[in-house]
């Protein structure tokens, strides 16, 4: 990456102060001021701070997509989620699971509908590559339930539950009136 680009992307991506970005590269502020003029980088226009837009925390690469993260939590089951306004698979609220984004960057692709990222360790928020591996609905399945100990009666709720999931058609098949 170029000089240009370098400064573009702290500057536009990231949302960095030239003063901020003069501190990060160890120039002084006229130099950077310099700079841009030199590279034509256009500067944001008075009182942008004043625009409700989300602070960028990072920008993963997959596939020659790039997507800026502007929002991590924690969910209640104990997953780790991500605000990307740009995944083809953020959902109504635009997050995705940070196990399958980094699995996705891994991987420089998106996963596929049928394709799961298990927890090797079952740490629910233990995201590194090492403890992430793909699998299908079959062996994720077959991964957590093998030796399961159920009654007779529970096994049929499990497998009625999971029959009338997946006849429950999404909605981009649903006919509208």
């Given at each position: 990456m170029n000089e240009r680009d370098k400064l573009h992307e702290l500057y536009w991506d990231l949302?960095?102060?030239?003063?901020?970005?003069?501190?990060?590269?160890?120039?002084?502020?006229?130099?950077?001021?310099?700079?841009?003029?030199k590279y034509s980088i256009p500067k944001r226009p008075k009182g942008y701070w004043l625009y409700d837009r989300p602070k960028v925390i990072k920008i993963i690469k997959i596939g020659d997509q790039k997507h800026k993260i502007t929002g991590r939590k924690e969910t209640k089951k104990g997953y780790v989620v991500l605000t990307i306004k740009t995944h083809p698979r953020a959902s109504v609220g635009r997050c995705v699971m940070e196990h399958r984004v980094i699995m996705e960057a891994y991987l420089g692709r998106y996963l596929n509908e049928n394709e799961i990222v298990h927890h090797k360790n079952g740490i629910k928020n233990d995201n590194r590559l090492e403890n992430l591996e793909v699998m299908d609905h079959a062996d994720h399945t077959l991964e957590h339930h093998t030796d399961a100990k159920r009654s007779e009666e529970t096994k049929r709720k499990i497998s009625e539950a999971k029959k009338k999931h997946y006849k429950t058609p999404k909605v981009s098949e649903c006919k509208l009136k």
């Open positions: 949302g960095l102060s030239q003063t901020e970005i003069s501190k990060k590269v160890n120039l002084s502020t006229g130099h950077i001021s310099r700079l841009f003029n």
